[in-house]
Antibody
Framework: EVQLLESGGGLVQPGGSLRLSCAAS????????MSWVRQAPGKGLDWVST????????SFADSVKGRFTISRDNSKNTLYLQMNSLRAEDTAVYYC??????????????WGQGTLVTVSS | EIVLTQSPGTLSLSPGERATLSCRAS???????LAWYQQKPGQAPRLLIY???SRATGIPDRFSGSGSGTDFTLTISRLEPEDFAVYYC??????????FGQGTKLEIK
């Protein structure tokens, strides 16, 4: 059974930092690009960042570019999101998701349950 | 940047009825890159449809997707009580890499 388990969320002051982790199991983690998607309270889904299978390429939404870093450790089947210079508008549930890509069709096939990040003084 | 606009914002229907949800893109989208997700309160999104019309594993056949270019549709042929949720379309593009529609809330009438 595929499982994605996020951790590391919590309350942080504006300007602070937080590192999220996503532990994967039940599939060959190193074969999948991985992403972070967030959802502010009562709002829709918002893509944050994606990393390729070997970590060689990363992409970020403009809203987090220069502040967030995505990385992965394939030996530990774990995805990370380092969040610096946090702002109130970064408050959200953060989901990790695996990217399905077969036959040219792309989507997020599995999602974790999310971890809540609250940025507030 | 491609913007996805979903309509209606809220759809009120009864179990057993047919639901038709729309996702319109501001520019043409490759059908291979169009997906639909279902999200229930307090839960993570769940993949329903990918490649505009392919059902994900375990998704009942009352869910179907169609469309091309700028207009895509998610149809639920006969609503079950568990289908009342929020539905999002998503596209994979260039910059930003992924965008989501704002969602359609399907509520019980």
């Amino acid at each position: 059974e595929v499982q994605l388990l996020e951790s590391g969320g919590g309350l942080v002051q504006p300007g602070g930092s937080l590192r999220l982790s996503c532990a994967a199991s039940g599939f060959t983690f190193s074969s999948y690009a991985m992403s972070w998607v967030r959802q502010a309270p009562g709002k829709g889904l918002d893509w944050v960042s994606t990393i390729t299978t070997n970590g060689g390429s990363t992409s970020f939404a403009d809203s987090v570019k220069g502040r967030f870093t995505i990385s992965r450790d394939n030996s530990k089947n774990t995805l990370y999101l380092q969040m610096n210079s946090l702002r109130a508008e970064d408050t959200a549930v953060y989901y990790c998701a695996s990217r399905y890509n077969s036959g040219g069709k792309v989507c997020f096939d599995y999602w974790g349950q999310g971890t809540l990040v609250t940025v507030s003084s | 940047e491609i913007v996805l606009t979903q309509s209606p914002g809220t759809l009120s229907l009864s179990p057993g009825e047919r639901a038709t949800l729309s996702c319109r893109a501001s520019q043409s989208v490759n059908s291979n890159y169009l997906a639909w997700y279902q999200q229930k309160p307090g839960q993570a999104p769940r993949l329903l449809i990918y490649g505009a019309s392919s059902r994900a594993t375990g998704i009942p056949d009352r869910f179907s997707g169609s469309g091309s270019g700028t207009d895509f549709t998610l149809t639920i042929s006969r609503l079950e009580p568990e289908d009342f949720a929020v539905y999002y379309c998503q596209q994979f593009g260039s910059s930003p890499l992924y965008t989501f529609g704002q969602g359609t809330k399907l509520e019980i009438k």
